[in-house]
Structures are given as structure tokens and as C-alpha cells.
């Protein structure tokens, strides 16, 4: 069975970091790219970075380039967000997903974990 | 970016009815391979997103046939069949044809 479990999210003052993990498993972490996906309260869903199956690729949207840096440990079989520089408008329930190898449609998702960022 | 429009549904929708959940895309979304790049997906209130269909109508494991998907290009509609209460949340599309993927603001559905 594939399981995506998020940890490291809480409450952090704007400007600080923290770096959030998803441990993976019931899957081959290292044939999948992963990604992050957000979603701030009673807000949409929003696509944060994507890093492609062996980590030599990495993909950002616009707001979060520069700050958030997606890296992935394949001996380890887990996923992570490194949050630097966080604004009020971070906050959300970040999602950790797999990608589908072909159709990159998000079919397995994790609970997600909270970040809320505030002084 | 690709921007991803979705429509209203007139809730709430009584059981057993259908319901069809418009998608329009600003750019088409079909890629070099012939393949469309739309996913359709339900976030049940409390829940995580659930992968509903992909290439635009192809259902995901375990998806009920009520869920069907069409369209192609830039406009995209998602249709469920015979309704019941543990169909609502809300739906969102989204584009995976290139970066940033982009998701639409979602639409609601209430069942009657």
C-alpha cells in the first residue's frame, strides 16, 4: 500500500525557515517524481515544486523560487521542503504527491501538515 | 501560466441527479505525444485530494464509472452520474501539459 506521511510543519515567525519531510513507502521512491502541493485555509489547491524521479531536476512556481528548495533522498525514500524567508502568505496545509510516471497526474497524496506563518 | 476557469454548479443537486462541472484552459493542453493533460480530482471535506480522472477522461484505480471526463483542447467537462452524498466536496482540474501546473479554483458540490 502506498503511504505519503508530511511532518516538520508548526508555527514560525515571518522570515524564518523550516524544512518539512514526507516519508514514502509501499512504493519504488526512486521511480517517481514527487511533488509539493498547498493549500491555504478555506483557499484552493496550488502546486508549490515537483523534482523529477532521481532529483536532477527541480520545478517552482514563481512565488516560492529563490525560497523553498525540493530535494528528495532515494536511500531514504523520503521527500522534503526547505522553507526559507516565510511570508504570512505560506500559509497552508502543505501536501506531499506522486507523481503517475505517465500521465504525471498526482494519484497518490499524503494528509498533509499544517505551516502557519505568524508573529 | 496556463490559467484554469471552472464553473458553477446550481447546488445542491439532488440525489440520484447528474451533475456536469465545466473547465476551460487558457492554452490548449494537448502535448507533443497527442495525449491532454487534464486531471480531475475531489476533495472531500477534512480530506486529501483524490485523483478522479487524467488524459482527460481516463478514470483512476478504484474511481467509480459515475465519474466520467470529456473535452479536449482548452474546454473540459467532468460529469457524475446519479449523485449520492459521499460525492460532495469540492472538484478541481488541473493542467500537468507544462509548468507551473496550475489548478483551477474549484467547484462546489452540495447534495439535496
Known amino acids: 500500500e502506498v503511504q505519503l506521511v508530511e511532518s516538520g510543519g508548526g508555527l514560525v515567525q515571518p522570515g524564518r525557515s523550516l524544512k518539512l519531510s514526507c516519508a514514502a513507502s509501499?512504493?519504488?521512491?526512486?521511480?517517481?517524481?514527487m511533488a509539493w502541493v498547498r493549500q491555504a485555509p478555506k483557499k484552493g489547491l496550488e502546486w508549490v515544486a515537483t523534482?523529477?524521479?532521481?532529483?536532477?531536476?527541480?520545478y517552482y512556481r514563481d512565488s516560492v523560487k529563490g525560497r523553498f528548495t525540493i530535494s528528495r533522498d532515494n536511500a531514504k525514500s523520503t521527500l522534503y521542503l526547505q522553507m526559507d524567508s516565510l511570508r504570512s502568505e505560506d500559509t497552508a496545509t502543505y501536501y506531499c504527491?506522486?507523481?503517475?510516471?505517465?500521465?504525471?497526474?498526482?494519484?497518490?497524496w499524503g494528509q498533509g501538515v499544517m505551516v502557519t506563518v505568524s508573529s | 501560466d496556463i490559467v484554469m476557469t471552472q464553473g458553477a454548479l446550481p447546488n445542491p443537486v439532488p440525489s440520484g441527479e447528474s451533475a456536469s462541472i465545466t473547465c476551460r484552459s487558457s492554452?490548449?493542453?494537448?502535448?507533443?505525444?497527442?495525449?491532454?493533460?487534464l486531471n480531475w480530482f475531489l476533495q472531500r471535506p477534512g480530506q486529501s485530494p483524490q485523483l478522479l480522472t487524467y488524459?482527460?477522461?481516463t478514470r483512476a484505480s478504484g474511481v467509480s464509472e459515475r465519474f466520467s471526463g470529456s473535452g479536449s483542447g482548452t474546454y473540459f467537462t467532468l460529469k457524475i452520474s446519479r449523485v449520492r452524498a459521499e460525492d460532495a466536496g469540492v472538484y478541481y482540474c488541473?493542467?500537468?501539459?507544462?509548468?507551473?501546473?496550475?489548478f483551477g479554483s474549484g467547484t462546489k458540490l452540495e447534495i439535496k
Open positions: 492554452k490548449s493542453l494537448v502535448y507533443k505525444d497527442g495525449k491532454t493533460y
Open positions: 504527491a506522486r507523481h503517475d510516471r505517465d500521465s504525471y497526474a498526482q494519484n497518490y
Open positions: 523534482i523529477i524521479y532521481d532529483g536532477s531536476s527541480t
Open positions: 509501499g512504493f519504488t521512491f526512486s521511480d517517481y517524481a
Open positions: 488541473q493542467q500537468v501539459r507544462e509548468y507551473p501546473l496550475t
Open positions: 488524459w482527460t477522461s
